[in-house]
């Protein structure tokens, strides 16, 4: 009676124990990995040795080895089997489960050599029974048998190893031992030196190890897991050992790789479960590269917390009906596998079992309130309150890195991203160039192009914030350029000096933005605007592309009336015109004796005679070579790119071949047109340094030509190029920044903005164009930077480790446009058509990884057959056709203010877009939102604070957990067949290293 009213007040304790249904092996799993240890786990290399025969000798061969997934040695015994998944059946891990409860287990084991560690097996054993000490030399020279692994050749006896004794040690058989064979064994005592005469292994890595090539595929911290399994028949029980060395220790040839051993799974049994046995090996190979099991392995105590990993193992597992899938068929290594973290996490170890009952939709939760991970811009966008307070932030956070961002840059992949940038840029400088020379009467040409280019992309990468931005001019920009032009022609008003004060009012309210960290406002840009933006620069660079190509089938037009049957009717002849019609100059000309018939087409035109026949309307068939050109380009860039997941080559070369895709599709194609010498359009670059204009200078004057009140009135038409520099620049810069990335070095949005209004005042003095930051080719120049890793295992996809951030790239490719001048007699063989394919590469590049762009493909797809996206298993279809709707509206209506004179306000149109996203929040629950967009600030942090005041709510319904636990003192054990006991503090003197935490639900004490 005395003790049940003593856990009457513990009674809320357990009802809560028994809401969240641990098991016990997932709490001592819980108690096991939360140990703070700051050393991470290292990867476990795992090979599985069999015994067998070859001839009359015992030895171990190599059957299978796992880094990550299962290598099989193919039946054939000359190569290994592609990586797969391992597959294993539930009895053998039943089996292997009872093997680890019956077996011996040794756990920070000192061993220095396999004969040592043989022998503390064994005496262990007969130590405790499992087996007689008669079978001490029998296992001995079993276990220590030379190992063949894959690299070496089979053992061939030579005649003269046929005529040697049978007595000899190394040629008894075991399992056919003679009379003679026994008594030459009889002196072998228990010490280590009598089993070291009996090894048959090296001491030292062989040659084959060391030179082995697959030492590429582990990482340099990587310890061994070794298995042999195997049968004999001396034994009748399975002798079992599972032994973890306190230190990894390099076994000579057991492994093969030079890699040093840390765990040791021995399984020998008797004769008739060859099949069982290898079942059990793989069971615990596989365990060994799990991450959970190996973090287990690693921290395990005792036994039971080794069959506590198993258990949770089993938890985790997922059966195949073996009626509905063929055991042979190897399961393809998948692309993305979940986070080691999230499964060692501790929601993951209590909820793990109820997340694979509901995986197909037996159940779960009747609403689904599972919410992704928000995308956070960082403190980057934090709100300072203090004068310049962000800029001070971004000099302080990218000053450290100021070294690593020049050496950083000296790697060959660098080269691939300065020719695939340049390219990019001085096509868009010519492009752009050209356009603004006829829309400002030359005022500004491609030369201003080039320079401003060079100039300002220069300085920018130098010291901006984040030199992975590549500035160039934007077709806003020369709308507004075009119309300010006009302006200036009508109202008599001088046009560079006008321009130089809206440069210089521009600058000083981008200054006003930077010190108030008005970039502060970009947390109100989700996923919805960004993509909206991002998605159409990308449209805009495809339909560009595409424009040029069609331009060239109009200049060129294709002959469809030419027949070749008649070939011999097609004549052109110049016709001289009427001579009452000659003018004086044309008199002078006909005196000297001018022949019609010889001259050219230009000529004939030029004199004002005219063309007769039906072959002077002939043009080459130009357009179709420039359209193989485009295509040839574009295809190859896209097909060369996907190189490195092809089976063919090394994985360097195939990654070298990636890296220059560009380069080599450009080469190619541009080696084709010089081969077949057709007079394609090619690239022109400016070849000397002077204005395009002539009669200005490369300075403009700010006084002298316009009105006071020009200089005043300038501020107006200048906020509306500083709204569209902001939104340009920062848009661009969040996508760029954003965590997919995994940029580690930071960015600077207010030191961005700071160096473009610097540059546009100092362009606007030197009468060049403005720059601010371009999304498709910064995308581009962020694509062809990224880095993976190199030493992933067999099968593994090779992960993203993020981008090369460095400034070498953009000042490299600033710097070669700025020298584009003298490269002209270089130049001039790029045809366009192939500058156009890079163009349109990089807009269908930019479009990967787009959530809207994926969206709208679903739209064409039946819903068997759409990709398993997460978004649509939280969210109905309906929903997501509906956002994805609403997304290509908003598209359209952007789109043609683009193409109209309206362009100029396009700025303002993407504030709308922030507008729509927040009358989105009207129509669209939260929930929808998080999977198919980011939330508001706002919203986010109201949803935190209802999920704490709802939490209080319950508090005061009910007694704390944590504070009965405080203020009355309990202590919760949780033993190894489920139950509770339940301990008052006052009945407990904590000694030594045993500590309370009162922050945890569940206490564990081992020790009490």
């Not at 399992?175 to 001491?203: E, F, P, T, V």
């Not at 063919?648 to 010089?674: A, C, E, H, N």
Request: aromatic share 10%; with cysteine; net charge neutral.
């Amino acid at each position: 009676h005395g003790l049940i009213s003593l856990l009457k007040p513990y009674k809320m304790i357990l009802q809560i124990l028994s809401l969240h249904q641990v098991s016990p092996a997932a709490e001592r799993l819980r108690y096991i990995l939360n140990e703070e240890d700051d050393m991470p786990t290292p990867t476990l290399f795992t090979e599985m040795d069999t015994l067998q025969r070859e001839g009359d000798e015992l030895e171990w061969k190599e059957s299978a080895r796992w880094v990550k997934f299962e290598e099989k040695v193919e039946e054939g015994g000359e190569r290994w089997s592609k990586p797969h998944v391992s597959t294993l059946s539930l009895h053998s891990l039943f089996e292997l489960r009872t093997c680890l409860q019956t077996g011996t287990v040794l756990l920070d084991l000192e061993g220095y050599s396999l004969p040592q560690i043989v022998d503390d097996i064994i005496e262990r054993q007969i130590e405790e029974g499992m087996i007689s000490p008669e079978l001490r030399e029998k296992i001995t020279f079993v276990l220590l048998r030379k190992h063949r692994h894959q690299t070496k050749k089979p053992i061939h006896r030579s005649l003269a190893d046929i005529g040697k004794s049978s007595s000899s040690t190394s040629e008894c058989p075991v399992l056919k031992c003679s009379s003679s064979c026994k008594k030459k064994r009889l002196h072998y005592g228990n010490s280590h030196a009598q089993s070291r005469s009996m090894n048959d292994i090296a001491d030292t890595p062989s040659t084959d190890q060391l030179k082995n090539k697959f030492m590429k595929k582990i990482p340099r911290d990587a310890e061994a897991s070794n298995v042999l399994v195997g049968e004999v028949d001396f034994l009748n029980k399975p002798f079992v050992a599972f032994v973890r060395l306190a230190q990894a220790t390099t076994l000579g040839g057991l492994t093969e790789v030079p890699v040093p051993t840390r765990f040791l799974f021995i399984l020998l049994g008797p004769q008739g479960k060859a099949k069982s046995y290898n079942e059990i090996g793989r069971a615990i190979a596989t365990l060994m590269v799990d991450d959970l099991f190996s973090d287990v392995a690693y921290k395990a105590r005792d036994r039971e917390d080794l069959i506590a990993g198993i258990d949770e193992f089993l938890d985790e597992v997922i059966v195949l009906p073996p009626g509905e899938w063929d055991p042979k068929i190897r399961i393809e290594p998948p692309k993305k596998v979940t986070s080691a973290d999230k499964r060692k996490s501790v929601f993951s170890l209590n909820e793990l079992g109820q997340m694979n009952g509901t995986a197909g939709g037996g159940g779960g939760l009747a609403q689904d309130e599972e919410m992704p991970q928000q995308h956070e811009l960082g403190e980057e966008l934090a709100f300072t309150g203090r004068f310049c307070g962000g800029l001070y932030l971004d000099i302080k956070r990218k000053l450290p890195w100021l070294p690593s961002d020049i050496y950083e840059g000296f790697h060959i992949q660098s080269i691939s991203a300065v020719l695939f940038i340049y390219l990019g840029c001085i096509t868009n400088a010519i492009t752009f160039g050209g356009l603004l020379g006829d829309a400002t009467d030359n005022y500004q040409g491609v030369m201003e192009s080039f320079l401003g280019t060079a100039l300002a992309g220069t300085v920018f990468c130098l010291f901006s914030g984040q030199p992975l931005i590549i500035l160039s001019s934007t077709g806003p920009i020369l709308i507004f350029e075009k119309l300010l032009f006009e302006f200036s022609k009508n109202n008599d008003i001088d046009y560079m000096e006008l321009r130089l004060w809206i440069g210089i009012h521009s600058c000083l309210q981008c200054f006003i933005l930077v010190a108030t960290d008005a970039s502060y406002i970009i947390k109100y840009m989700t996923r919805f605007t960004e993509e909206g933006f991002s998605s159409l620069i990308s449209f805009i660079f495809i339909s560009d592309a595409i424009k040029k190509m069609v331009g060239s089938f109009k200049y060129y037009p294709i002959d469809t009336d030419f027949k070749p049957d008649y070939v011999t009717t097609y004549k052109c002849e110049c016709l001289a015109p009427d001579p009452s019609e000659f003018t004086p100059w044309l008199r002078e000309i006909q005196g000297h004796s001018l022949d019609w018939s010889q001259l050219s087409k230009k000529e004939c035109v030029k004199y004002g005679g005219s063309l007769v026949g039906k072959s002077c309307k002939y043009v080459p068939d130009l357009a179709l070579m420039s359209f193989i050109l485009f295509f040839g380009t574009y295809s190859m860039t896209v097909s060369l790119k996907k190189f490195k997941f092809s089976r063919y080559f090394p994985t360097k070369l195939r990654k070298l071949i990636s890296d220059f895709s560009i380069f080599m599709s450009i080469m190619t194609f541009v080696g084709l047109d010089m081969l077949l010498g057709l007079k394609t359009p090619k690239l022109i670059v400016p070849t000397e340094f002077k204005p395009t204009r002539p009669g200005r200078g490369w300075l403009v004057m700010p006084f002298g030509k316009n009105p006071w009140w020009v200089y005043v009135a300038s501020f107006v038409p200048a906020l509306l190029v500083t709204i569209l520099i902001f939104m340009d620049q920062q848009i661009s810069a969040v996508i760029v920044n954003r965590k997919e990335n995994k940029l580690k070095k930071g960015c600077g949005y207010h030191l961005d903005l700071l160096w473009v209004g610097v540059l546009m005042a100092a362009c606007s003095f030197m009468g060049l164009p403005w720059y601010v930051a371009a999304t498709v080719i910064s995308i581009a120049h962020i694509d062809s930077l990224k880095m993976e890793s190199e030493s992933s295992a067999p099968g593994e996809q090779p992960q993203f480790l993020g981008v090369r951030e460095q400034r070498m790239t953009g000042i490299l490719v600033f710097a070669l446009t700025g020298v584009s001048i003298f490269l002209a007699p270089v130049l001039k063989f790029i045809p366009m058509p192939v500058l156009y394919g890079v163009f349109l590469y990089m807009g269908v590049a930019s479009l990967s990884g787009i959530q809207f762009w994926d969206r709208i493909k679903l739209c064409m797809m039946p819903s068997k057959h759409q990709p398993d996206f997460s978004y649509l298993r939280h969210v109905p279809l309906r929903k997501v056709h509906l956002f994805t709707l609403v997304q290509i509206i908003c598209l359209a209506v952007l789109w043609i203010l683009k193409s109209t004179f309206l362009a100029i306000i396009f700025p303002v149109m993407i504030l709308g877009l922030m507008v729509v996203r927040k009358m989105l929040d009207m129509v669209f629950s939260q929930h929808d939102l998080a999977w198919l967009d980011d939330l508001l600030p706002e919203k986010e942090k109201k949803k935190k604070e209802d999920a704490k005041k709802k939490g209080k709510e319950k508090d005061k319904k009910k007694p704390k957990a944590d504070d009965s636990e405080e203020e009355i003192g309990t202590y919760c054990v949780s033993y190894v067949h489920g139950n509770i006991l339940i301990i008052h503090n006052k009945c407990i003197q904590i000694k030594g290293s045993v500590q309370r935490n009162y922050k945890k639900k569940l206490y564990f004490l081992p020790y009490l």
